[in-house]
């Protein structure tokens, strides 16, 4: 719960330093769909170093981004994100087909009216 509540503060730092109004409503925005906030994050609960690989992952896709911004090479900044909201996006579709088989532990109630 830790890493989720410090992955949120990362995106949520990386968006005020960018000090436009445009994406912080735009992520705002994003973050009331089901499953597309930062803090929304799917573990599998059957498989902990599955996990913790893919919380690797993250905080390495993290380091990347962070290390573009302060050495201001923007567009380099920009991939390392969309790659890294592109490889979440992929983790959590994954995950969430895994919960609805029963793969991940028991089947969440409510998922489908969250994920479709």
């Known amino acids: 719960m830790r890493w989720i509540e410090l992955n949120g503060a990362f995106h949520e730092g990386i968006v005020a330093a960018s000090g436009s109004h445009v ?8 973050s009331r769909l089901p499953l597309a906030s930062s803090r929304a994050v799917v573990f599998d609960q059957t498989d902990p170093a599955k996990s913790m690989a893919s919380i690797a992952r993250a905080q390495d896709d993290h380091r990347s981004v ?9 567009t380099r ?9 592109l490889l979440s996006s ?7 087909d895994a919960m ?6 028991p089947k969440l ?3 489908d ?3 479709g």
């Open 23 to 30: 994406l912080q409503e735009t992520i705002e925005q994003l």
């Open 66 to 74: 962070l290390q573009a911004i302060l050495e201001r090479q923007g």
């Open 77 to 85: 900044a920009q991939f390392c994100m969309q790659n890294h909201a």
């Open 90 to 96: 992929r983790n959590k579709r994954t995950s969430i």
């Open 100 to 105: 609805r088989k029963g793969q991940l532990g």
């Open 109 to 111: 109630p409510g998922l």
């Open 113 to 115: 009216l969250v994920s």
